[in-house]
């Protein structure tokens, strides 16, 4: 083994290690984002949900008054 040809192993391994480093994350950045987004919409939906269930029950009591 020459010097160079170990010098080029150590390097190529180096920027190996560096990749997957990197795309580890990048993946777990994106992960994070996503989840925030999940969140996000969860926490959207459930908000309208309660809207929907507050008026559909406003609605309905109404509804209820105005047969009575």
Known sequence: MR???IADIAASAARRITFVILTK???????VILMKIRILIAAVILMHSRIYVLVFKTNERDTAASAA
């Open 25 to 31: 994350v990048r993946i777990s950045v994106f992960g």
């Open 3 to 5: 010097h160079d040809e």
